[in-house]
């Protein structure tokens, strides 16, 4: 179950090795593009304008179903069909069909990348898969909506239950809420944002993670000298005019931006539901490309988390975890996502008698609670050595048998309710139960980043990420 | 009338005075059998017997040779004796440094906050924390920009050519503030996620994280300005009574005032250093060692060392004892101190000198 999606994504979207001559010749004429009858409209205008802003020809040839293009896949640089779950089957020697771009709710596009041989991109892949981010990317957007296809204005309710209306399509968004800035990358629109807070993006290790994943992300998080939770510059927000604000219901600035004009989604986020149910209203805001990835990030989420709880909840007897913050005598409360996640991975949170947000508590109560193993966040500067080099925490058996682990981040810390702290479970419950679940954190962060990010990780790069 | 009063008279003050003693020495001695009572509390059970055969172990042979477990024995020795002995000095402290502020610029509202100490400490452990990180050079630059802070008040205050000792007073304030403008810019600037809430626990003052090696530097400067003070205690006395009191007496007030600022702001710098911005101690317990023994410094002095060292103790101890959870110390002490505040003023009769 688990893999299902998982194998999906690397086919889509991993080159297959080798230098066999494409199947079909292109000889550099221009794109060809074979689409569903029924989308003639929206297919020649997104055509034209899009070969009117680059070099390259379109040419559309028209089939009358789903399954005559799919017939003639072979023939085509981009399909446009409404079957998005079928993967075209084409043989290929090396190349790839993409995963499905949703231009319109009920219209996908893939692209075959036939010519993608020996590593890097031919320009006409690279071409095509342009113009499948064009049509369903704003302007592509746009066009749908000058002819009727699309709403020019969605509205949707947000996690406080204020109904907002967003005027269609979206092009820049600002997110000072740093955890909202992950569900954009989410469902695809990480190229969107103009001014985003970031998680722990700061320091060198993080900042080089989310270079990878995007490497626009430090222009997008300077863009506003302050822009937080507590405090915005309004002024310059308002100067990089964005079309959407995406806040904390916490945010404290938001009678000012009000003022903007500006429409505002808020979020609650912190708890596994609340995750799933901001990507859905997030892609919905969004246009149809983000609500199709906003709904396969959830079925993707239920099915792992089926899949880890299947593993994890009939192991008895339960490891105790004590989780501890950006001090070791800092520790996470009953309330907080962390304690949710040791939860589904297994494991019993010795905190979670406790309260609020972080607790400072003493050695002697750390004691009592006699944890079998430590996590620490990848942030704030905790580290193992202030467990292990430390003769008070000595006494605790869990630091003697050597049972304290730094939770792995990538773009965010795996302990923050952002999409990846899915990663973050399979990681605590591989780490607490080594022999007793059959879960693979590395190839999962693969398939991860690959569907959601759009970022191929290496396999050591993966095998790093979850020591 | 006036004869039978004059007749009474001695007779009130007599009994007044033989009360003050009996509470000046039973002052003195609580903090001993306090500190041993607290050490056998705590949020982990070890029987009274463990604990006892702890400390004798610790004192005579320096490690566990009890059939035990070593957990009951790290705990008393490791975790509560070094936290205790902490909450006491800085207790003590704070409580003596404030009565000496309060003595020489003549305000009963002042504590040794007043030239902006425990704001330049603020600022400093607020700027390692931001940069640095590790807990050794937070302490390091807390106590260097406490200095620093008091330093900056009194050189620039001897700009100005005017009644010294409030100048003094304004400087210090306007350090104080500028330095607390200072760490609420570090608090703007730094990460919401690790850096803020750190800042944020560390303004609130709290010993949890006090180990053995905190102690002996801790203890070397306690004990170093606690005796400097308790030595010019009398001079303390003709200090509050004012300048000109205190010249034709044959001090140099100026002189003697600059001694006991350097001696107090390193204690205070010290204090802060190990536990955090904790506040009200300094205010609250002269005004209640007044009211128990009275102005004069001679026991002034002495009863607020102890009072404090025991104030810091029971407020720790309920601290690290109620709850799973800390309440930050300076929390606390705000709690319990304003309203024992409010008390003692009610009660106190005998006006602050």
Known sequence: MLKRIGVWAVLAILLVGGAAPAIHAQSGEGLRVLALESAQAPVEAWAAAFSEAGDVSVTVEYAPTSDAVLDRAAEANVLILDDVETEPAIAFDCGFVSRAYLPLPDLGARVVASNSCGGAMDPLDEAAVALATFMTGPDGQQIAIDLGLLPAVVEV??????????????????????????????????????????????????????????????????????????????????????????????????????????????????????????????????????????????????????????????????????????????????????????????????????????????????????????????????????????????????????????????????????????????????????????????????????????????????????? | MIRTLNRRLPGIWATAERRQSALFWLILLLPVPLAIYTIGLGRYAIPTEDVVRALVDYATVGENTSTQPDLAYNIVTRIRLPRIVAAMLIGANLAVTGTAFQGIFRNPLVDSNILGVTSGAGFGAALALLLLRSSFEVQMLAFVFGLVAVMLSYFTSRLYHTAPLLVLTLVGILVGSFFASLTSLLKYVADPLDTLPAITYWLMGGLTDVTRGDIPMLAAISFGGMIFLWGVRWRLNVLSMGDNEALALGLNPTRLKLMIIVCSTLMTAMAVSVGGVIGWVGLVIPHAARTLVGPDHQRLVPSTMALGAVFLLLIDTMSRTLLPAEVPLGVFTGVVGVPLLLVILRVNKTGWR
């Open chain 1, 157 to 467: 309710v947000d996690q406080t239950g204020a109904t907002v209306s967003v005027p269609q399509p979206v092009r820049r968004i600002a997110s000072p809420y740093s955890v909202a800035t992950y569900y954009v990358y989410g469902v695809g629109a990480g190229d969107r944002l103009v001014a985003a807070g970031y998680l722990g993006a700061r320091d060198p290790v993080g900042a080089d993670a989310m270079r990878r994943l995007d490497p626009n992300f430090e222009t997008v998080m300077n863009a506003v000298s302050t822009l937080n939770q507590q405090e915005a510059n309004i002024e310059e927000l308002a100067a990089l005019q964005p079309d959407l604000l995406l806040a904390s219901a916490r945010t404290d600035w938001l009678d000012a931006a009000g003022e903007l004009g500006l429409p505002v989604i808020r979020f609650e986020g912190e708890s596994p539901e609340l995750l799933k149910s901001a990507m859905t209203l997030l892609g919905a805001a969004l246009g149809p490309d983000a609500a199709h990835r906003a709904a396969l990030f959830n079925t993707y989420y239920d099915e792992t988390l089926a899949e880890i709880l299947a593993q994890t909840q009939p192991i008895e007897p339960r490891t105790r975890v004590l989780f501890t913050g950006t001090n070791p005598l800092r520790v996470a409360s009953g309330a907080m996502y962390q304690t949710t996640m040791i939860e589904a991975a297994g494991g019993e949170s010795v905190s979670a008698e406790l309260s609020g947000f972080w607790n400072d508590v003493n050695l002697e109560q750390v004691a009592i609670w006699n944890p079998d193993a430590i996590f620490y966040p990848p942030y704030g500067g905790a580290n193992r050595e202030a467990f292990t080099e430390s003769a008070e925490w000595a006494i605790i058996p869990a630091v003697e048998a050597g049972r304290v682990y730094g939770l792995p981040k990538m773009s965010a810390p795996w302990d923050t309710p952002v999409p990846d702290s899915i990663l973050g479970i399979i990681w605590m419950a591989e780490t607490l139960y080594p022999d007793q679940v059959a879960l693979d954190c590395a190839s999962e962060a693969i398939t991860f980043y690959n569907l959601f990010y759009d970022y191929a990780m290496s396999e050591d790069e993966a095998q790093e990420l979850c020591q």
